[in-house]
C-alpha cells in the first residue's frame, strides 16, 4: 500500500535558536496505523520504524504499515511501551498476564510462571538478552515464562554488585542466579534515586540505568554504581517539561517530552535539541538512524520529518513563487498574485517590497539609469533610491521583461519587441516576432530566445542567430552569458545548450528537460528544470554533470522555477514555496536495507525450510522485493542489483520491487539482490521428473545411439543391397546384349548369309554377291558398335533392322517381304528405346515364323505414338505361328525368356516402363501368324 503523505508547515528551533519553515509528513489510520492515539515510537537493529498504539502495533518500512493485533497474538491491543534487544526481538509491554516479543513478523507470547499473575510494566530493563519489568512487583524473563523475584532478592540490605554476572555476554546462569544477580541491579537503582520512574538503557560498552525527575535526568552506570546527575534547566523555556522518557534507540540514548527530543553527548549531556512545533501536540519524539525525526500525538497518528528538510529554511510555503533574482542591491521574488518579496538576511526571511496582484512578470535593474524596473500585467514600476513610482500602463503593452540597449528600453510581448524612450517610456517602435521568451544584451545586438529558436536584433531587424546548427533552432525559454564568446541556452524540451554560435554541445543529463532558469557562477552552471535543480562544474572537456538536486534533498517539490546562488546557499523557487540551504549539502542515504519480502514458485511459496520443488514445464518464479526506505517523494524507487545465479552471471540494475523468471530447467538456483556491498541470497532447487534425472537421460541416450547404430546398419545394408542389386542387373543387363549380339552373330545366320554369298560368286552373281557382302559386313559393324550402347534412336534402330531384313531377303529369294509402318508425329530422331530390344523378336518371327512357312511371308513393322514419352511398337509375322512352331522348335521359347527377364531388369533400372504381348495375328488356318507387342515408356 503506497502511503499518502499529508504535509504541514511548522517551525522548528534548534538549539542554536535559528527559527525557519519545515514540512513535517502525518501518518494516521488512513495510511494503515492501527490507532490515531500513539504511545511509542522506535527503531529496530534493522531500521525498521515501531508504533506501539491502544489498538495495536505497526511496522513501518516507509511505504507501508504492518500492523500486529490480537488477530495476530498479542494479548491485548492496548500496548504501553516496546523495546528492542540486542537479537532485534521486539518486546511489547502491556499490563496483562501474557507478554512477549515480534520476531520475522510473529507473534510469541508468554505466561507468569505463577498463575494468575498480573503484570504492571511501567519500567523495564535489559542487561543483554534478560528483560526484567514491573512497577511494585517485578518479573524476569526465564524459560520460557515470566518469573516474580522473592523478597529475599529485594532485601533492603543487599549490597551493590560491581562485577554482575548478567553483563557478560552469553552468560549460561540458572535461575537463582539471574535473580540474584538482578537484584543487586535493582538495589543499585534504588539507592541511587528513590521513587524516580526510570529506564534501563543499554550500550555496547557500558550498562546504564536512565531515571527522570522533576528538575532533570540521572544515568547510574550498573557495572561501577557510577552516578551522572544532570539538569533540564536552562535547555527550555519552561523548568519541567512534561511527559519526559529516556529513549535508548540505535545505540545511542535520547531525552524526549512534550514538543522536544534530544541525544545525548559522551557526558550524557543533551545535544542538537529539537523543538516540536506546539501546534503538533507530540508529547513523545526519535531521531531515527538516518536523522529524521518522528513524533506521537494522542489525536493525529505521527508526523515525521524528513532529515533532508531538517537543514533547510523554508519561506511561502503555501505561494508560487516564480522566480528569485539579484536586482542591484536587492534579491527579489516574484511571487504569483502578491508582487515582489525582498530577501532580509537579518532575520532570513522575504518580506513584501511591492504589492501587486495578477500576473507577476519581471524584476530588473537598469544600471545605466540607477532604477529598479518591476513588471506587472497592469504596471511598469520604478525603484529609484528607495523611491517607488509607477513609470507606466503594461495593460496594452503586454511587456514581460525590460532591458537597456543603445540608449533605449526594449521589452518583449506576445507578438515581438518593443523599443521605448529611456525618459519618456513612449513606444518608439515595434518589432514583429512571436514567442520571445527572453533577452540578453551582447556586445552590439540583443539576443532573443524565441518558441522557434535563437534570433538576433542588429540595425532594427530580426533574424536567426544561425540556420545550420538545429540545436539553435529548439523551442528556447532562457539565456544567460557563460563568458565573452558564449552563453547557455535553455530550451522547452530539449535541455541545456553551451553554444559560441557555430556549434553547440549538449550538458547531458538535461536531455529532454525543460529549462526553467540558468544561474552562471565562475566554474559551475546551475539548471531550474522539471526534474530539480541540476549542478554542472567545468572540467577539462567542458561542463560535467555534479549533482541533482530534489525532493529527497528537501525541495519543497521536483519541479523547480528558478535557482540563484547567494552566498553559498541555494535559493530554489517552486509552486509550493521557497527553499534556502547550503550549496554543498550532501544527499544522507535513506535506503537502509533491501530484503525478499516475498518468493513463490507456481503459487508455491519458497522458504527457507520448502525451497525445492518438482519440475514443470511451464514455470514462473515470481520474487517479491522490499526495503526500509524513508526517502520523500514519489517516483523515487530504490534502485538495486540482482542476478539468478546459475543462468545470469551478471547484476542487472532495476527499480522495480517484482521480478519474473519463467521457463527455468531444473538446476540449483540462488536469487541475489544486492544494494551496496550487502548482498541477499535466496536459494531454491528445482527438481527433474524422473525421465530428466541424469542416470535415466544417460540411459536415454545408450539406448538413442544403440536404436541409430541398428538404423544406420540396416540403411547401411540396405544400401548394400541396392548397390549389389544394381551391380547384378547391369551384369544381367550386359550378360542380355552380348546374349542378343551372339543372337544376332549365331553360326546359323553367319553360315547362310556366307553360303549365299558364295553362291552368287559361283553363278557369276559378282555385283549381287558385293552387294550382298557389304550389307553384311555393315550390319555385324552395327551390331559391334551397339554393344557399347544401352540406349539407340529409333531412327538407327529401325535402319538396323532394315538392313537386317534386307540380307534376310536376299537368303530367302522371294519368299520374304517386310514393311515399316511409321507414326509421323514421331521424332524418329530424338527419341531412344533401350538397345537390340526390338531385333531378336523380328529374328525370330524370320527364323521361327516365317523360315517354316512353304509359302512367301510378310513381316510388318509398326511405331505409334501414345505421349510424349511413350510409343507402341508392333511386330507382325504372318509365319507358321507360335504353337505351330513350338512342336518343331524350342528355340523361340528360350529366346522369349531372354526377353521377359531382359525387360524386367530394365524396369527395376527405374529408366523405362516396357511391357509386352505376344499373341496370334489370327485364329484361322494353319498360318496363324504372330504379334509382338511393345509399350515403352521412357521414364528419364
Not at 519553515?21 to 502525518?26: L, S, W
Not at 500602463?393 to 510581448?413: A, E
Not at 542380355?736 to 556366307?754: G, I
Request: charged fraction near 25%; charge should be neutral; proline fraction near 3%.
Amino acid at each position: 500500500m503506497n502511503i499518502p503523505k499529508f504535509h504541514i508547515t511548522v517551525i522548528v528551533m534548534l538549539i542554536w535558536n535559528c527559527l525557519f519553515g519545515q514540512q513535517f509528513i502525518n501518518y494516521n489510520i488512513s495510511d494503515g496505523l492501527p490507532s490515531n492515539n500513539i504511545y511509542r515510537i522506535t527503531q529496530d537493529n534493522r531500521g525498521f520504524i515501531w508504533v506501539v498504539t491502544d489498538k495495536g502495533m505497526a511496522k513501518f518500512n516507509g511505504k507501508e504499515f504492518k500492523t500486529f493485533t490480537t488477530r495476530n497474538g498479542l494479548p491485548t491491543n492496548d500496548i504501553w511501551d516496546i523495546n528492542v534487544t540486542p537479537d532485534n526481538r521486539v518486546w511489547y509491554f502491556s499490563k496483562s498476564a501474557v507478554l512477549g516479543y515480534i520476531e520475522n513478523d510473529k507473534v510469541y507470547r508468554f505466561e507468569a510462571c505463577e498463575a494468575n499473575n498480573i503484570m504492571y510494566p511501567s519500567s523495564n530493563i535489559q542487561v543483554n538478552e534478560l528483560i526484567a519489568l514491573g512497577q511494585n512487583n517485578w518479573f524476569y524473563f526465564t524459560e520460557d515464562c515470566w518469573r516474580e523475584f522473592t523478597e529475599i532478592a529485594l532485601d533492603e540490605s543487599r549490597q551493590v554488585m560491581t562485577n554482575n554476572p548478567l553483563f557478560d555476554q552469553g552468560n549460561n546462569l540458572s535461575a537463582k542466579e539471574k535473580e540474584e544477580s538482578l537484584g543487586s541491579i535493582l538495589t543499585t537503582i534504588r539507592e541511587s534515586r528513590n521513587n524516580n520512574r526510570f529506564y534501563h538503557v543499554t550500550r555496547t560498552k557500558d550498562t546504564l540505568c536512565g531515571m527522570l525527575y522533576a528538575e532533570g535526568y540521572t544515568l547510574v552506570n550498573l557495572k561501577n554504581g557510577r552516578v551522572f546527575d544532570r539538569k533540564f534547566q536552562n535547555k527550555f523555556s519552561k523548568n519541567h517539561p512534561d511527559f519526559t522518557r529516556i529513549h535508548f534507540v540505535n545505540n545511542e540514548i535520547q531525552v524526549t517530552g512534550f514538543n522536544f527530543v534530544s541525544t545525548l553527548d559522551k557526558d550524557f549531556e543533551m545535544k542538537s535539541v529539537v523543538r516540536i512545533p506546539e501546534a503538533l501536540q507530540s508529547y513523545f519524539s526519535m531521531i531515527d538512524k538516518s536523522g529524521n525525526i518522528w513524533c506521537a500525538t494522542f489525536t493525529n497518528g505521527i508526523y515525521m520529518l524528513p532529515q533532508a528538510k531538517r537543514n533547510i529554511k523554508y519561506d511561502l510555503e503555501s505561494d508560487k513563487v516564480n522566480t528569485i533574482k539579484k536586482t542591484g542591491d536587492l534579491i527579489i521574488a516574484n511571487v504569483y498574485d502578491k508582487g515582489f518579496y525582498e530577501y532580509h538576511f537579518k532575520d532570513g526571511k522575504f518580506r513584501p517590497y511591492i504589492v501587486k496582484h495578477g500576473f507577476i512578470f519581471s524584476a530588473d535593474y537598469i544600471d545605466t539609469l540607477q532604477t529598479h524596473m518591476f513588471t506587472t500585467q497592469q504596471h511598469i514600476i520604478g525603484v529609484t533610491n528607495g523611491i517607488s513610482r509607477t513609470l507606466f500602463s503594461n495593460s496594452r503593452l503586454g511587456l514581460r521583461k525590460l532591458i537597456y540597449f543603445k540608449g533605449s528600453l526594449y521589452g518583449n510581448n506576445s507578438d515581438g519587441l518593443a523599443k521605448l524612450d529611456a525618459e519618456s517610456y513612449e513606444k518608439i517602435a515595434h518589432f514583429k516576432q512571436v514567442g520571445i521568451t527572453d533577452l540578453l544584451v551582447q556586445a552590439d545586438r540583443i539576443l532573443l530566445s524565441t518558441s522557434t529558436g535563437l534570433k538576433k536584433f542588429i540595425n532594427d531587424s530580426i533574424t536567426a542567430e544561425n540556420t545550420v546548427d538545429e540545436h539553435l533552432q529548439y523551442p528556447m525559454l532562457n539565456l544567460a552569458q557563460l563568458d565573452a564568446h558564449r552563453i547557455v541556452i535553455g530550451t522547452d524540451g530539449f535541455g541545456a545548450y553551451v553554444t559560441d554560435f557555430k556549434e553547440s554541445q549538449l550538458l547531458y543529463g538535461s536531455e529532454y528537460l525543460s529549462i526553467e532558469d540558468i544561474h552562471i557562477e565562475e566554474n559551475s552552471i546551475w539548471l531550474a528544470t522539471e526534474q530539480g535543480i541540476l549542478h554542472y562544474t567545468r572540467t577539462a572537456e567542458g561542463f560535467r554533470l555534479n549533482t541533482i538536486f530534489d525532493e529527497r534533498d528537501g525541495l519543497p517539490s521536483r519541479k523547480v522555477n528558478s535557482v540563484n546562488i547567494i552566498n553559498d546557499s541555494i535559493f530554489a523557487s517552486t509552486d509550493n514555496g521557497i527553499a534556502i540551504f547550503d550549496k554543498n549539502k550532501t544527499r544522507k542515504h535513506q535506503l537502509l536495507d533491501i530484503f525478499i519480502n516475498k518468493a513463490i514458485y507456481n503459487e508455491q511459496p519458497i522458504l527457507a525450510e520448502n525451497n525445492s520443488f518438482q519440475y514443470k514445464k511451464k514455470n514462473n518464479v515470481y520474487v517479491e522485493v522490499s526495503g526500509i526506505d524513508f526517502t520523500e517523494g514519489k517516483g523515487n524507487a530504490p534502485t538495486y542489483d540482482y542476478r539468478l545465479l546459475p543462468v545470469q552471471t551478471d547484476w542487472i540494475q532495476t527499480t522495480s520491487p517484482a521480478i519474473d523468471f519463467t521457463g527455468l530447467s531444473p538446476d540449483q538456483y540462488q536469487f541475489q539482490i544486492k544494494h551496496g556491498k550487502d548482498i541477499k541470497t535466496m536459494k531454491f532447487i528445482i527438481t527433474p521428473l524422473w525421465w530428466q534425472r541424469t542416470g535415466i537421460q544417460v540411459l536415454f541416450l545408450l539406448c538413442i545411439l544403440a536404436l541409430t547404430g541398428l538404423v544406420l546398419i540396416k540403411i547401411r545394408k540396405h544400401e548394400l543391397s541396392k548397390r549389389m542389386a544394381k551391380v547384378l542387373t547391369e551384369k544381367k543387363m550386359a550378360e542380355f546384349e552380348l546374349y542378343a549380339l551372339r543372337s544376332q552373330m549365331n553360326p546359323h545366320f553367319v553360315f547362310n548369309s556366307l553360303a549365299a554369298i558364295q553362291y552368287y560368286i559361283n553363278n557369276n552373281e559378282i555385283e549381287k554377291s558385293e552387294s550382298y557382302l557389304v550389307k553384311f559386313s555393315r550390319l555385324i559393324r552395327q551390331f559391334f558398335e551397339l554393344s557399347k550402347e544401352s540406349e539407340i534412336s529409333l531412327q538407327k534402330e529401325i535402319e538396323l533392322l532394315e538392313n537386317y531384313l534386307a540380307i534376310e531377303k536376299i537368303r530367302f529369294k522371294e519368299r520374304l517381304t517386310y514393311e515399316f509402318m511409321i507414326d509421323p508425329n514421331i521424332d524418329v530422331v530424338h527419341y531412344h528405346i533401350p538397345v537390340m530390344l526390338l531385333q531378336p523378336v523380328v529374328e525370330n518371327a524370320v527364323n521361327h515364323g516365317i523360315f517354316n512357312k512353304e509359302e512367301p511371308g510378310r513381316i510388318t513393322i509398326s511405331f505409334i505414338k501414345q505421349t510424349e514419352s511413350a510409343i507402341r511398337v508392333e511386330i507382325a509375322d504372318d509365319g507358321v505361328g507360335f504353337d505351330n512352331n513350338s512342336k518343331k522348335d524350342t528355340s523361340k521359347v528360350n529366346s522369349s525368356k531372354v526377353i521377359e527377364e531382359r525387360i524386367y531388369h530394365l524396369n527395376r533400372s527405374g529408366n523405362w516402363q516396357i511391357e509386352w504381348l505376344v499373341k496370334p495375328l489370327s485364329n484361322e488356318g494353319d498360318n496363324r501368324g504372330t504379334i509382338v507387342s511393345f509399350q515403352i515408356l521412357k521414364i528419364k
